[in-house]
């Protein structure tokens, strides 16, 4: 829950630091104390230090820091702290000791959100439609049986109806090395975007087609199931391969205006098998809001195995960034992506581009820029103006809650990209795009504002190539 533990502040216990810089300490044993729910084995899969090995204390402090950041980022805890304490009689043997406090593991909860990308989204591009809305129930159960397994399910209605069952077994070896996981999808529309016109999607609805009516009328649906396995090479490493099944259906009037929705020839179906594979190296100190470190992601992918012929599409994919802690609490932070496809013609369902997630430039909430290929880089330079922890006490009964972290950091950026769109003009699908095709950029000033689990609300104010200013409000991570 900690926004931003100082975990290079180690606490030395029987000694002081002052006479340590020089020293060569052993370690004796290393124990973990707070671990109620997650079995043992689950925390030292990330403990790089061994007992029975000397280290210098300064070199010392670094891995049992980078050991820290293992710990944290599974997950699965609020804090951890380490503290070294001296083997009482003993000039240089010690003990590690890792303090851990376990989050709140069970989520059910109720879905209320927007359907759309993102709040500026929905308010200027949809007009604040009051139709869309998601609602519904929805259960994690985070740590099941204590080892890091994740077990999902969701019923949603509202814009869009989607039923949703997933588990996730990390590690199924003993080395703890192997996992998988697999999970289902099911979802109904009765409304959806057809075309791309200036970079903002259109929308139909049944009532446009089959008149007012007081039954729900479906125009679309899609079954997806995915099979995962994961091998994790090193403490920072992992390799997925993921294998896909998709079936998308839609009503014969959507061909009416997007007769290349699903394909070329005006289909109604759409089925294929797609294998992925992803090569993820993650350095990073904190996963939702890191300061310090890197990400390496890398993705190849293609869509239809031949055992369907609905398709017939590849791409690749890559991420890198870098996060830099300065003096004075500032703090510099930037990112490459760039993504390639093929062939040229893809159908609408299936086009890509930036405007989704974080994958989205600042300044264009308001657009969806589709293409076959693009690359974009994410400067920010920020300094963080608080970091404060309260603790309600008794106030709160559950103890995982009662301290209420929050930072502050007011940051200036600059994004920057192009997106290369290579249908024709004819096209039904991108029509009269303004931001392909061109460089585009944006640059501004906000304030990030990070809470309990790392959650984070960006306040920004942006100016982008269109010379288009803007206020928008969006969450998690700006990079």
Do not use: C
């Given at each position: ?31 973990i104390k707070g671990n109620k729910k997650t079995k043992r084995k689950i925390i030292t899969r990330e403990i790089d230090l061994q007992a029975n090995v000397s280290h210098p204390f300064k070199e010392l402090k670094e891995l049992i820091k980078l050991d820290e950041n293992k710990i944290f980022n599974t997950g699965l805890f609020n804090s951890v702290n380490a503290e070294l304490e001296f083997i009482e009689g003993s000039e240089n043997h010690v003990k590690i000791i890792f303090f851990v406090e376990e989050r709140w593991y069970i989520w059910p909860s109720i879905i209320f959100k927007l359907a759309d990308r993102n709040f500026s989204d929905w308010l200027f591009n949809q007009d604040a439609a009051t139709d869309r809305f998601e609602y519904g129930f929805k259960f994690d ?339």
């Amino acid at each position: 829950m900690s926004v931003e533990t100082e975990l290079g502040n180690l606490e030395v216990i029987n000694k002081t630091k002052d006479s340590l810089q020089n020293q060569i300490l052993f370690i004796e044993k290393i124990e973990i104390k707070g671990n109620k729910k997650t079995k043992r084995k689950i925390i030292t899969r990330e403990i790089d230090l061994q007992a029975n090995v000397s280290h210098p204390f300064k070199e010392l402090k670094e891995l049992i820091k980078l050991d820290e950041n293992k710990i944290f980022n599974t997950g699965l805890f609020n804090s951890v702290n380490a503290e070294l304490e001296f083997i009482e009689g003993s000039e240089n043997h010690v003990k590690i000791i890792f303090f851990v406090e376990e989050r709140w593991y069970i989520w059910p909860s109720i879905i209320f959100k927007l359907a759309d990308r993102n709040f500026s989204d929905w308010l200027f591009n949809q007009d604040a439609a009051t139709d869309r809305f998601e609602y519904g129930f929805k259960f994690d159960q985070f740590n099941v049986r204590g080892l890091n397994e994740k077990l999902s399910a969701m019923a949603q209605f509202g814009f869009k109806r989607r039923f949703y069952f997933g588990y996730n077994i990390p590690y199924l070896n003993k080395d703890q090395t192997f996992g998988m996981g697999l999970n289902f999808s099911f979802s109904e529309l009765d409304q959806l975007d057809y075309t791309n016109i200036e970079n903002k999607r259109l929308f139909i609805d049944a009532d446009s087609i089959y008149g007012d009516d007081n039954d729900r009328q479906i125009i679309s649906n899609t079954l997806t199931s995915n099979l995962f396995f994961n091998y994790r090479e090193s403490y920072y490493n992992t390799h997925s391969v993921r294998l896909t099944y998709s079936r998308t259906t839609i009503v014969d009037e959507i061909l009416q205006f997007n007769e290349n929705y699903l394909g070329r020839d005006g289909e109604l179906e759409q089925d294929y098998f797609g294998l992925t594979y992803i090569f993820r190296r993650d350095f990073r100190d904190r996963n939702n809001y890191p300061l310090k470190g890197f990400l390496i992601d890398g993705r190849l992918a293609k869509i239809g195995l031949g055992i369907f012929n609905d398709i017939n599409q590849g791409y690749a994919q890559a991420h890198v960034a870098h996060f830099k802690p300065l003096k004075y609490n500032f703090n510099i932070a930037s990112s490459l992506s760039a993504y390639t496809s093929y062939p040229r013609f893809q159908p609408y369902n299936n086009m890509q581009g930036l405007g989704f997630a974080n994958n989205l430039l600042k300044g264009y909430e308001l657009y969806v820029i589709q293409g076959q290929h693009y690359v974009m880089n994410k400067t920010e330079f920020k300094k963080r103006l608080f970091s404060i922890e309260a603790n309600l006490g008794k106030l709160m009964p559950l103890k995982q809650f009662r301290k209420v972290p929050i930072a502050a950091y007011f940051k200036v950026f600059f994004d920057h990209g192009y997106v290369q769109n290579n249908l024709p003009e004819s096209s039904r699908t991108t029509v009269s795009p303004l931001l392909s095709n061109r460089y585009i950029y944006s640059y501004g000033a906000g304030l990030d504002l990070v809470t309990y689990y790392d959650a984070v609300l960006r306040l920004e104010y942006s100016i982008n190539a269109l010379n288009e200013g803007g206020f928008f409000i969006n969450v998690k991570s700006g990079i």
